[in-house]
């Protein structure tokens, strides 16, 4: 029937007993007719734990030989899940990344993929086995093995997805599905069974589950993946739920949509948010061409990433630049901007680091004004102050005080009725 390309996180998989209950859902899927693949990550917390010994033993271990002992990780989960689907009576064979063709450049951590060939994968699906793939990896050309960056064995689904041609690759993980916000904070979020990519981009890189490369990844090979809950018996995969990612189609004028339909995509999808966000203020700089980029190539070259950067309109030719970045880097970054304010002659820099963000996303915004104002309406109603605030096209982020971010998601994902379907 169908060749699906399925992933499991390794909350899915962190001990044998899960194990084997995944081995059931895939025999059972394979049983179903379809060609499958299959993409793990690591058992459970291994990854992390994998890094602290190598920590304990250098401060800063060296990228290759980290590398190598991270996709051990990967290595484990990927042969056992292959000796539980053959405990099955089903036939499996497990690979590595290099194994399954996976090329990457040679950025040791962070690696991208340059190319997939899949011709073993497909050798190996063509003898009607199922192929267990190891995630988040694969070879430089020197045959060194890289790591694709932490979460990359989404990454890894999708590419091999878009290579094989598959009819949709599915995501496994521990919760069931993408929500209009976090349920943790937002006791009646509600589970979306479809969304964009460029939407669902956006509510992953500011917080909800999934590696944003992926989501690239899918959008630029038009790879639906479906997101769905992996603790639920096997059943026949129409039957799960989830939440489909995929090209969203534009009605046209040809063929209206039903007005239930119509109405959906001029709705904001979803809340979302981010904590441990810090502030950094330079007062008071000169206002003239290349001050700017003096002020934030440093930051580049010291390895801290800038979200959101504010530039004031100038007075007297003196203006005030703020930008943010994650807590974590916020003493880095205070750092260097102290250190180019005295060398361009701003005034002075000041931190505020108990902030958070919240974003509301949806593509109806480009078309639709009035979205912005209501976020500012419902957030100044329940007393909560806007520190800063960016677009892009289809979201708005507001910068808030850390200690009311949840009141400010909750707020928000009422103001635009997301509890009603
Ligand atoms: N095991 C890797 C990590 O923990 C990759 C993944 O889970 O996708 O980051
Ligand atoms: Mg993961």
């Known amino acids: 029937m169908a060749l699906l390309v399925q992933k499991y996180g390794g909350t899915s998989i962190a001990d044998a007993e899960r194990i084997r ?3 059931g859902r895939i025999v059972h899927d394979r049983a179903a007719g379809n060609d499958i693949a299959v993409v793990v990550s690591a058992m459970g917390s291994t990854t992390d734990e994998l890094i602290e010994l190598a920590r304990s033993i250098a401060a800063a271990p060296d990228p290759r030989e980290l590398d190598l002992l991270l996709s051990t990780g990967e290595l484990v989960s990927c042969t056992l899940m292959a000796m539980a689907v053959r405990e099955l009576g089903a036939d499996a064979v497990s690979m590595t990344g290099a194994q399954a063709g996976i090329r990457t450049d040679t950025a040791h951590g962070r690696a ?3 190319a997939l060939d899949p011709k073993r994968v497909r050798r190996e699906l063509d003898r009607g ?3 267990i793939i190891a995630g988040f990896q694969g070879t430089t050309e020197d045959s060194d093995v890289t790591t694709l960056g932490r979460g990359g064995s989404d990454t890894t689904a999708v590419a091999l997805a878009a290579a ?4 949709r690759c599915e995501v496994y993980t521990d919760v069931s599905g993408i929500y209009t916000a976090d349920p943790r904070v937002v006791p009646d979020a509600r589970q979306l069974s479809e969304i964009g990519y460029e939407e669902m981009l956006e509510l992953a890189s500011y917080g909800a589950k999934m590696h944003p490369r992926a989501i690239e990844l899918a959008a ?5 993946v479906l997101v769905a809950g992996s603790a639920e018996e096997a059943g026949s995969t129409e039957e799960r739920p989830g939440t489909l990612i995929h090209d969203l189609e534009t009605p046209t004028g040809g063929e209206m949509a039903s007005t239930g339909e119509m109405e959906a995509r001029d709705r904001v999808s ?6 441990g966000v810090a502030r950094i203020t330079i007062r008071a ?7 700017v980029a003096s002020v934030f190539e440093p930051l580049t070259w010291g390895n801290v990433s800038v979200d959101t950067i504010v530039q004031n309109a100038s007075a007297d030719r003196l203006t005030d630049v703020s930008f943010t970045v994650a807590k974590a880097d916020a003493g880095a ?9 005295s060398e361009i002659g701003a005034a002075e820099c000041v931190s505020d680091t108990d902030l958070g963000a919240v974003t509301i996303v949806g593509t109806g915004m480009q078309n639709a004004p009035g979205y912005a104002s209501r976020m500012f309406r419902a957030l100044a109603d329940a007393g909560i102050n806007i520190e800063m605030i960016t677009t892009s096209q289809i979201r708005i982020t507001c910068i808030v005080a850390e200690a009311q971010l949840d009141e400010a998601v909750r707020v928000l994902h009422a103001a635009f009725e997301l509890d009603k379907p």
């Open 333 to 341: 970054a205070l750092d260097i901007s102290r250190r180019v304010a």
């Open 164 to 167: 094989l041609g598959a009819e």
């Open 220 to 224: 630029w090979y038009h790879v639906p």
């Open 112 to 114: 991208s993929i340059v």
């Open 21 to 23: 209950h995944v081995a």
């Open 285 to 291: 700089v000169p206002d003239r061409p290349g001050i």
């Open 270 to 275: 979803g809340v979302t948010y981010e904590r």
């Open 129 to 131: 086995r199922i192929v």
